[in-house]
């Protein structure tokens, strides 16, 4: 519960008396007894939804970021650097922050496959745990909460850690570029952190690869003053990168037995590498768990053997995740040709689309180039942008992803690999806002399910 008492010394003004029962930044969420925060853009049309929105919304107290005709009686106005500890100290009233082990995982590539191992070999080694990111909120092999994003907003966050982590040893968090350079992250101190890698992504939002990786290194405001951010052994450019903060980085160890197919890719390998450093590191225990007990998260790398075939369905939506699936599948089974069907998100960098078509013909035999979440953008157009990059006659250009997947299945041979890459755990393709029920791993069950008939 939140009163005028508590509120009125954070905003810094004399309020009428009230009772608050929550905190929200959603119109559509919010009640009569809550705060809602509300930023008003500069554009016409955003300044007429504040008015459509607000008019329609129920809240106890109102802050906006600047003045308004429409502002009511009940509001406060907030400069936007403000917003984040303003958020904050409510939060702390009403959502007070569980003790318990903050664990943050950056990087371009493997901050879903490590935050899942870290949970898992956390669990294994007797620590109750949840995971935040891509995949929601989640127990060991338990999805809590899917909220739809990599990075929740700072309220929801909070929210969560309140809701689910009461009675959690430790909570490992993907910590995006969006949400260290949004600030939704804002007080929060990590006792240990990991980098997975860094290459070519987001550059719609950050423009270029040097505020792209200005952003990451956030990462370091918001670590504890003995904590350490640990990096796979042989990101090598990348820990050449990080030299001016050395003190605070670990080369996490090799690990030298054999372990189960899903690690037989290096990035894999990386990936558990750093996971039980640092879950070592955060317990100061040896995880001596064992390894095939292990399971990959939903989504990637799950790998089904058909006949003399394998179908690999991957997450892989980035020219360096796509370089990476293909490499190490390649390297794990080197007398099987590799066919590959993906294709690039609408309203996204353009930039790498041409890229990705390229890295496929590299290590394809087959190439498949197909919808992956168009948006608003012209599938068409998406496609003909991948292929620029390509030169091979072997390329079958398909639009819809579910035909496209048929025929891929039916053109197998004899020590072929079928890699679907860029859906993984989704169960949707996004045109024009709508999700179109849609799912890599299903259709690969239905056709497995057919065969065994």
Not at 170 to 188: D, K, N, P, T, W
Not at 309 to 324: G, R, S
Not at 348 to 377: C, F, H, Q
Request: proline share 5%; hydrophobic share 40%.
């Amino acid at each position: 519960m939140l009163t005028e008492k508590q509120l009125g010394p954070i905003l810094q003004i004399q309020l009428p008396p009230l009772t608050l029962q929550d905190i929200h930044w959603k119109t559509q969420e919010s009640t009569k007894d809550s705060i809602l925060f509300y930023k008003i853009g500069q554009d016409e049309n955003s300044q007429k939804l504040f008015v459509e929105r607000i008019g329609k919304a129920e809240y106890g107290w109102l802050i906006i970021n600047q003045d308004h005709p429409a502002r009511p009686i009940n509001s406060t106005i907030i400069q936007d650097i403000e917003w984040p500890r303003i958020q904050k100290l409510i939060l702390d009233i009403l959502y007070p922050q569980p003790s318990m082990k903050l664990i943050a995982l950056t990087g371009t590539n493997g901050k879903t496959t490590t935050a899942d191992l870290v949970l898992q070999l956390g669990e294994l080694s007797g620590k109750k745990g949840m995971s935040i990111g891509t995949l929601g909120v989640r127990e060991n092999h338990k999805t809590l909460l899917d909220f739809g994003l990599t990075s929740p907003s700072l309220i929801d966050l909070r929210k969560f850690f309140f809701r689910y982590g009461r009675d959690k040893d430790f909570c490992v968090i993907e910590a995006s570029s969006h949400a260290l350079i949004q600030q939704r992250l804002y007080g929060l101190e990590f006792d240990m952190a990991g980098w997975l890698s860094f290459s070519l992504d987001h550059l719609d939002y950050h423009q270029t690869m040097e505020e792209y990786f200005a952003a990451k290194m956030l990462i370091f405001d918001y670590l504890k003053p003995e904590a350490k951010v640990y990096l796979p052994e042989n990101e090598t450019h990348l820990i050449n990168k990080l030299a001016h903060v050395s003190a605070k980085i670990v080369k996490a160890r090799t690990l030298e037995q054999k372990l189960p197919l899903f690690f037989s890719t290096n990035f894999n390998r990386n990936n558990l590498e750093v996971a039980v450093a640092i879950v070592e590191s955060t317990f100061k225990l040896s995880v001596s768990a064992e390894f095939d007990r292990i399971t990959p998260p939903d989504g990637r790398f799950y790998i089904k053997p058909y006949g003399s075939n394998y179908i690999v369905v991957d997450f892989a939506h980035t020219p360096d995740a796509l370089d990476n699936i293909c490499q190490g599948i390649r390297e794990a089974f080197p007398t099987h040709k590799l066919k590959i069907l993906f294709g690039c998100g609408g309203d996204r960098d353009r930039s790498k689309r041409p890229l990705m078509g390229k890295i496929a013909e590299t290590w394809g035999s087959e190439i498949y180039v197909t919808s992956d979440n168009p948006r608003s953008e012209d599938p068409a157009r998406i496609i003909e942008d991948i292929v620029h990059g390509m030169s091979s006659r072997h390329i079958h250009k398909i639009i819809e992803r579910p035909k496209a997947v048929a025929q891929a299945f039916n053109e197998l041979k004899e020590n072929e690999i079928l890699l679907l890459a860029g859906k993984g755990h989704e169960d949707y393709i996004l045109i024009h806002g709508v999700k179109h029920p849609y799912s890599d791993i299903g259709e690969v069950e239905k056709f497995l399910a057919r065969k065994k008939v």
